[in-house]
């Protein structure tokens, strides 16, 4: 629910468990008085504010004599730049005149029904009755700049949605040098920051900090979201934790250069800022021009980390996933990938996918290799034509000979990346990023090509296409498998070069949306060299992201509980790999390799010619449990028992579908060590007033029993055994 109160001038947004509030205050500065756990009403928390001359922090020209009102000093709703607030700016305007300022005052504002959308752009979405949307006009008198704050409230999930535009309403050029697409200040610093950090094959593993004085940020400037930080960040009480403490998560929907800094003012303020990163980023914005800023999106959870993610998870899956991946159910997947690298034939696959539909795996994914003269990773990238010495008869035949195994059949494309050694290359060198007078540094040996420019985007979308219609495919794995380096388009003057970074972002939004309307039955799974472009951003185009190359279970657990803070289970590929594992070394158990992907989108990395019978048989069944339990675990609630990072012991977590009479508990044993002691699971999410049985067993057990007693854990000896718990409500009330 939004409010505004003309009385009060004051805008305060509701959702089922938080409140936010802005003011517009003194010279027409919004401020922002209030985020925290739901309010009642909607008073005007502005009293909340103290009126001190406070030395160094300027007063602006209209307060006249008056040394207590100082932008420096008071919460702002979007920060402005180089006029008396020394805190994180939000944006950054470079005028004519060669000034750098940006002074931003209220306008107006407008409430309606229904979600914004953002012209090329990812942005949650949703109906009318679920969504309203507050539309604020800010404008810099001096510069001719206005500025629209877009904020979208999904009560439900307690998701308010931001986006920022910048329109120059003036008559000369200007230029944009930052653009944050979220400010949230807090009248507090005593909160901890947590942000999801790793590398390949290592990704978002949280790191928890205090804020302490100064700036501390996170970001990526290798052109996509990154292996190395997530647009995912938290602030939080110090004594936060799964199921208590206030907390604020917030994510970009953005998939390449990001920033996320949090400042802990002198006055024991904070401010968090949010958007896209300053780096290497100017726009020119000629008169009449609009700037788009990503969307932005926040949880307030008042009830800690759990219900934050929960709340976010049912937002990304309703609200972000587009049709029909919202709700239809994904098929079980085999890859070759691990099994034969680039070096196959069509019958080598064929015989790894002959027994797959048996086992249970509904759908064979062919990966890099099938193109051009790609043998290895140095040479083909940029010519998507099939390579008919590996596959005679080209593709239709061997995805005919999959078909008749009686599975659907996908195909892998890396469509932003050239080889030197390519017949792309050959024919167009200009068409990579490169600086003039410098020689292009590799990544993987491949260069990347430049997807700010709409001609070569044209060019490898008419080869995807041909080779999409070509065939009966329902499923592309899209791949990015190095960082930008060289940033610079032959297509824009001098002065715009500080836009292609963003442009290639926006390159690679139009490709996506084009495929997504010519070909709307594929389901295409996102992927950056694992988990390096795992974002809101992507997943409005590809509904799941293969979560790491890192497929060891062991590694898994924290990976993809790290990811499980902002992203549902039902984005993060995940697959059952061979042992010993190609990343670790490591050799787990078959059933603990199968707990670890079930928590995930499942599928299979391996030659299932060269399984045991015992191991198809585990195969055969882990799949009958993924679709038993598909729509529990895919869409149920989920929650984290306990932290990879802290516990030796046990890794644990939980499906619960929403009515709660179901739930299935994942654990996956440490090492294992002698005089083991006897632990009890506390379950979470059941509902105390039923009983419960666990796996079938004769014993039910009270809700209220099995959440605060617990339930008795048995001894696995061996290290990094897994084990799951289906937990049924029997009719009968307690
Ligand atoms: C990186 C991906 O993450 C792998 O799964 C595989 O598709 C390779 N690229 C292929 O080059």
């Known amino acids: 629910m939004i409010l505004y109160n003309a009385q009060d001038k004051t805008c305060t947004l509701h959702t089922r468990n938080s409140t936010y509030q802005m003011k517009v205050w003194d ?56 006029v008396g607030d020394y805190r994180l700016p939000s944006i950054e305007l470079e005028l004519p005149s060669g000034s750098r300022t940006a002074d931003l005052r209220y306008i107006k504002c407008e409430i309606r029904r229904g979600k914004y959308v953002l012209e090329g752009l990812p942005a949650f979405h949703g109906d009318e009755e679920e969504w309203e949307t507050l539309r604020i006009v800010l404008r810099d ?120 800094a949090a400042e802990r003012d002198q006055f024991e303020n904070a401010r968090l800022v949010m958007g896209l990163n300053p780096y290497h980023f100017t726009w020119t914005l000629e008169p009449g021009a609009v700037f788009t800023a990503p969307e932005a999106a926040m949880v307030c959870s008042p009830a800690g980390f759990g219900q934050m993610s929960r709340q976010f998870h049912r937002a990304i899956r309703k609200n972000l996933i587009r049709d029909p991946w919202a709700d239809r159910r994904k098929p079980v997947l085999i890859n070759h990938w691990e099994a034969t690298e680039a070096d196959f034939t069509a019958d080598r696959l064929v015989d790894i996918a002959r027994e797959a539909p048996e086992l249970g795996l509904e759908l064979f994914v062919m990966d890099d290799g099938w193109f051009g003269r790609r043998n290895d990773d140095n040479a083909g990238l940029g010519d998507w034509l099939v390579n008919e010495e590996k596959l005679p008869g080209g593709l239709e035949a061997l995805v005919e000979r999959i078909k008749a195994l009686g599975m659907e059949f996908g195909i892998w494309i890396e469509p932003e990346m050239v080889n030197e050694d390519s017949e792309l290359y050959r024919a167009h060198p200009d068409w990579t990023l490169n600086v003039p007078g410098r020689k292009s540094s590799r990544g993987r040996n491949q260069l990347v090509l430049d997807f700010s420019r709409g001609d070569v985007r044209d060019h490898i ?128 158990p078959m059933e603990t390799r199968g707990v670890v992907a079930m928590s995930g989108t499942f599928g299979y990395e391996m030659d299932l010619s060269k399984c045991t019978p015992e191991e198809k048989e585990i195969i055969r069944r882990q799949a009958a449990i993924f679709k038993e339990h598909y729509d529990l675990i895919q869409d149920g609630d989920y929650y984290r028992l306990s932290d990879p990072f802290q516990n030796g012991r046990f890794t644990a977590w939980e499906h619960v579908s929403h009515d709660r009479r179901e739930a299935l508990v994942s654990l996956v044993t440490g090492q294992f060590h002698g005089a083991p002691p006897f632990l ?7 509902d105390p007033a039923l009983r419960y049985r666990v796996n079938g067993g004769g014993t039910l057990y009270g809700g209220d029993v099995l959440m605060r007693a617990g339930y008795p854990l048995p001894i696995l000896p061996g290290d990094y055994q897994g084990m799951q718990l289906y937990i049924q409500a029997e009719d009968e009330q307690v």
């Open 461 to 588: 979308y008419g080869q995807i296409k041909a080779v999409l219609s070509s065939a009966d495919i329902s499923y592309v794995k899209w791949d990015m498998n190095r960082s930008l380096t060289e940033v610079w388009s032959a297509a824009l003057p001098a002065g715009r070069q500080g836009e292609v970074y963003h442009r290639y972002v926006l390159g690679v939004y139009e490709f996506a949306e084009r495929m997504r309307r010519d070909f709307p039955h594929i389901l295409i799974e996102g992927c950056a060299g694992g988990g390096g472009r795992f974002d809101g951003g992507m997943l409005y185009y590809t509904p799941q992201i293969w979560c790491s190359d890192n497929t060891d279970a062991v590694d898994r657990l924290r990976i993809q509980y790290g990811t499980s803070f902002c992203y549902p289970v039902s984005t993060m590929g995940a697959h059952v790999s061979a042992v010993p594992n190609g990343c670790t070394g490591r050799v787990t």
């Open 680 to 686: 009890a699971l506390q379950i979470r999410g059941l």
């Open 27 to 82: 010279y027409h500065i919004l401020l922002h008085t209030y985020y925290g756990p739901r309010l009642a009403g909607s008073d005007d928390l502005s009293y909340l504010f103290r009126r001190s001359d406070r030395g160094f922090s300027p007063n602006p020209s209209e307060a006249g004599g008056d040394r207590t009102f100082s932008l420096d000093t008071f919460p702002q709703e979007y920060s402005t730049c180089g």
């Open 141 to 260: 008198a001096a510069a001719q700049v206005e500025v629209e704050l877009l904020y979208g409230v999904l009560e439900e999930y307690d998701l308010i949605t931001r986006a920022v535009l910048v329109r120059n309403v003036g008559d000369t050029a200007i230029r944009l040098c930052r653009c944050a697409s979220l400010c949230l200040d807090f009248t507090r610093a005593d909160l901890d920051f947590i942000t999801f950090n790793g590398a390949h094959v290592m990704e978002r593993c949280p790191s928890r900090a205090p804020l302490r004085p100064g700036i501390q940020s996170v970001d990526s400037v290798r052109g996509a979201s990154s292996h190395q930080h997530n647009p995912f960040v938290v602030l939080c009480d110090k004594t936060a934790g799964e199921d208590c403490g206030l907390c604020y998560g917030a994510m970009l929907l953005y998939s390449g250069n990001f920033q996320a």
